[in-house]
């Protein structure tokens, strides 16, 4: 099998950052293309709550913010790829259901490999809470590293 295309999930948890020193390693060892993906989940605040804000003057949530931490999340494991040794790094974000997205994001991209930091929970508690990693072992349709 060739790895041509690893698709690298970063959440900026330990394990995440595991993943992308891991993935580069392997970009690296296979001549292979990677791109830095992370999913910001939506967040929207009932249209009552956004009124009463309003009315109270009181700040509400800041869509922004959340973009402009997945750009200091994707720039430091952009960092760490280009430190391994890794010659063709992207770095993307996008908006929607996390392991949804992952997956949609991997197909797209043609990748042979997703790599995915694990946050610890054993086999049971992943499926009984659904966890991220979990889910996108079993929906996709290339392997999947989960990595601790």
Known sequence: MTIKRILIAVDGSKHSLSGVAFGAQIAKAMDAE???YHV???YKLPESLRVFA???HLQTFDPELL???AQF????????ARKAGVKN???ESDEG????SIIDRAKTYKADMIVIGSRGMGDMEGIL???????????SKCPVLVVK
């Open 89 to 91: 790094v992207e770095i």
């Open 34 to 36: 990677l791109l830095l």
């Open 40 to 42: 910001i989940r939506p």
């Open 73 to 80: 999340l994707l720039s430091g494991a952009l960092s760490e």
């Open 54 to 56: 309003k009315a109270e």
């Open 129 to 139: 809470r659904g966890g991220v990693s979990h889910r996108v072992e079993t929906l």
């Open 97 to 100: 259901p996390i392991a949804r």
């Open 67 to 69: 973009r402009k931490g």
